[in-house]
């Protein structure tokens, strides 16, 4: 099984700051990664897939990078809005996948 | 606009089996390339992949749960399923349906909660 990781857990930022959250994987995933944020009592929305490919809608201050075993989310300006807990998943072995445990963001 | 939709008990007790749907509107269940799965979500906690299943009923379970699980599919009702047996504390969670492309989780349903508690 390919396990994922995240850090930091939490991610203190300023509304206006940039926020970079980091994913690792235990073995190469080529790109095959995704990030999802979740709002409290919502479901995952997608935000990146094919480790930098922004999903229909995503607003371009959201970024993703990396390839092989190591993937970064930055959200260059945060906003108000984008305070949430963010999930990275590999699909690597779909329809197999596993998530990363999540960072949360919230307000310094 | 695809829309997934999860039903069942939201109670259920301690070695009995948890089983829910999810009704699937505005497209076909018997897509290709579409795979069909659960997820779930202990309360506070992150996701965890339960397993998916393709309209033909090809299957995939998470490894830690596969002696448990059974997702099964109803073409006819556009609907498919997820019956988890001898459920304990710790399977309470939400639990979501969710429609993966090629990998990635393009759609999710709202989720409901299931307790297992006597």
């Known amino acids: 099984e390919i396990v994922m990781t995240q850090s930091p857990a939490t991610l203190s930022v300023s509304p206006g700051e940039r926020a970079t959250l980091s994913c690792r994987a235990s073995?190469?995933?080529?790109?095959?990664l995704a990030w999802y944020q979740q709002k409290p009592g919502q479901a995952p929305r997608l935000l990146i897939y094919?480790?930098?490919t922004r999903a229909t809608g995503i607003p371009a201050r959201f970024t993703g990078s990396g390839s092989e075993t190591e993937f970064t989310l930055t959200i260059s300006s945060l906003q108000s809005e984008d305070f949430a807990v963010y999930f990275c998943q590999q699909y690597n072995n779909w329809p197999l996948f596993t998530f990363g445990p999540g960072t949360k963001v919230d307000i310094k | 606009q695809l829309q997934l939709q999860e039903s069942g008990p939201g109670l259920v007790k301690p070695s009995e089996t948890l089983s829910l749907t999810c009704t699937v509107s505005g497209g076909s269940i018997s897509s290709s390339s579409y795979y069909w799965g659960w997820i779930r979500q202990p309360p506070g906690k992150g996701l965890e992949w339960i397993g998916s299943?393709?309209?033909?009923?090809?299957?995939y379970y998470n490894a830690s749960l596969e002696s448990r699980v059974t997702i099964s599919v109803d073409t006819s009702k556009n609907q498919f399923s997820l019956r988890l047996s001898s459920v304990t504390a710790a399977d309470t969670a939400v639990y979501y349906c969710?429609?993966?492309?090629?990998?990635?989780?393009?759609?999710w349903g709202q989720g409901t909660l299931v307790t297992v508690s006597s």
């Open positions: 969710a429609l993966t492309i090629f990998g990635r989780i393009d759609y």
């Open positions: 073995q190469s995933i080529s790109n095959q």
């Open positions: 094919g480790a930098s």
């Open positions: 299943i393709y309209y033909t009923g090809y299957t």
